[in-house]
């Protein structure tokens, strides 16, 4: 089946440092993958849509100068969050699919916590 | 633009009785719709996805939902309910040729035994 593992799952940061977080695919190419900011009440964000051999495409409020992803491989993506603030704190969930129109599966997510 | 309000953020209903989450969107055009269902301290699992034909469309674990163009919703159904359905329901919707999905706010089913 279609699995999308994403690690650490919980890490916590202090103030003005950058932290790296991975997404893997399993089971399936990931030719498309979407990065999430989901709040403590729950909300999301979409921070980005990558799609392999394309430009990526941030969202409004989102940049690569403070999101920057790399999505070198159809099993594999990252992102960092450069010099993260109480603001940026949240779930951060990757959703992964092959192309198209294709169910989009999500990982656990990488709880962010900022001190 | 696109949205999806889901006007319930929190649904109680007991144990065994039937359940109904409320979805609208606004769209010009007929969008791709989901229901994403998260359980506590987990990602997200797609429970169904309508993208055309049979308004109806069943899901996993005896949810279904319908979709109906005149009333721009898409609400989640399920004929009796067990406790382990507790969770927090996210309704979507996918409506460009970028393939973004946009979420709604979500709605917390607690289910009373």
């Known amino acids: 089946g279609a699995l999308v593992y994403q690690y650490p799952r919980r890490t916590i940061c202090k103030s003005g440092t950058s932290m790296r977080m991975e997404c893997q695919a399993v089971g399936f190419q990931a030719t498309s993958v979407a990065w999430y900011r989901q709040s403590p009440q729950k909300t999301f964000e979409l921070i980005a849509l990558s799609t392999v051999n394309s430009a990526i495409k941030y969202e409004q409020n989102f940049t690569q100068e403070k999101f920057p992803i790399s999505h070198p491989n159809l099993s594999f993506s990252s992102m960092t969050v450069l010099n993260a603030y109480l603001e940026d704190r949240g779930l951060y969930l990757c959703?992964?699919?092959?192309?198209?129109?294709?169910?989009?599966?999500f990982g656990a997510g990488t709880r962010l916590s900022v001190l | 633009a696109q949205s999806v309000t889901q006007p319930d953020a929190r649904v109680t209903v007991s144990e065994g009785a039937s359940l109904q989450l409320r979805c609208k969107y606004s769209?010009?055009?007929?969008?791709?719709l989901f229901w994403y269902v998260q359980y506590p301290r987990q990602g997200l699992q797609l429970l169904l996805k309508?993208?055309?034909?049979?308004?109806v469309v069943q899901g996993v674990n005896s949810f279904e939902a319908e979709f109906s163009k005149s009333n721009s919703s898409f609400h989640l159904q399920k004929a009796s309910v067990h406790w382990s359905d507790s969770a927090v329901y996210f309704c979507?919707?996918?409506?460009?040729?970028?393939?973004?999905?946009?979420f709604g706010d979500g709605t917390q089913l607690v289910v009373k035994p």
């Open positions: 309508y993208y055309s034909g049979d308004p």
């Open positions: 769209y010009s055009a007929t969008p791709y």
């Open positions: 979507a919707l996918s409506m460009d040729s970028n393939n973004r999905i946009f």
């Open positions: 959703g992964a699919r092959v192309g198209g129109w294709d169910t989009l599966y």
